[in-house]
């Protein structure tokens, strides 16, 4: 896979499968902008990937996606650090454990601002300002297609992904640009041991169920390289057969 005078744009990228993400990229050839909440974080992201990686095809910028100012602005110092745009990697998500009937609608609003509207900013400034030829992919969960107590939310807006991946995909195609979507299950991250489900044994990890960020990473770099033109608006499950057991 060669990404080689290619730019992209990684949300969640300060660690995890976004950092995995970032890597592979760079690997590729590719420049790449690092987005995420946290200026500390980000920073100690591009000093482990500028040990190994060209620093000056790696840049940051603080973005909370939940904020359409700030995505463009993200966008704005991509273009104007890369002079250019082709590859999106919406990666950033937030989750909460309550019951439903404890919820609120700030508890749903603050999981669908990051989980889907954030996809939806990313994209709409893609169709604007992507040169052609790109492409787009949206992390979404298996929690889209069967979930667990606790997490509506969160599995409301990972669902809700898939079918912005597919609406997405329609209107790209006249901009020459691609989009597909990946459902990861459990993945060796923060997000997946911090779960309180799992700590308190209501959802089984069977440790060779778990994956790697690497894991993902491989599948998003084909989902955006050349070799998958044929590939659009497609929602690709990387679990290691997780949801296939019965």
Not at 28 to 43: C, E, F, I, P, S
Not at 182 to 203: C, H, I, R, S
Not at 222 to 245: H, Y
């Amino acid at each position: 896979m060669g990404f080689d005078q290619r730019i992209a744009i990684v949300t969640g990228a300060s660690g995890g499968i976004g950092k995995a993400v970032a890597r592979r990229l760079l690997q590729g050839g590719a420049g790449v902008m690092l987005a995420a909440r946290t200026q500390a974080h980000l920073d100690a992201a591009r000093e482990e990937l500028g040990r190994d990686f060209d620093p000056d095809r790696i840049a940051t910028f603080a973005c909370d996606v939940a904020h359409e100012d700030q995505v463009i602005a993200a966008v704005d110092a991509t273009v104007a650090r890369f002079g250019g745009w082709d590859l999106m990697v919406n990666n950033a998500g937030t989750m909460l454990f309550k019951k439903i009937e404890d919820q609120t609608e700030g508890d749903w609003r603050g999981i669908l601002d990051v989980d889907l509207l954030g996809a939806f900013f990313f994209t709409k400034q893609a169709f604007l300002r992507m040169r052609r030829g790109g492409a787009i992919v949206n992390v979404s969960s298996v929690h889209a297609v069967e979930t667990e107590p606790l997490v509506a939310p969160y599995a409301a807006a990972k669902a809700a992904l898939l079918s912005l991946t597919r609406s997405a995909a329609l209107e790209g195609k006249d901009k020459g640009i691609r989009v597909n979507a990946v459902l990861p299950g459990a993945v060796d991250t923060p997000m997946l041991w911090d779960n309180p489900n799992v700590k308190a044994g209501v959802e089984k990890i069977d440790k060779a169920d778990v994956g790697a960020p690497e894991d993902l990473a491989a599948a998003i770099a084909f989902l955006l390289d050349e070799e998958a033109r044929f590939v659009d608006g497609a929602s690709l499950r990387v679990d290691g057969a997780r949801l296939a057991r019965l």
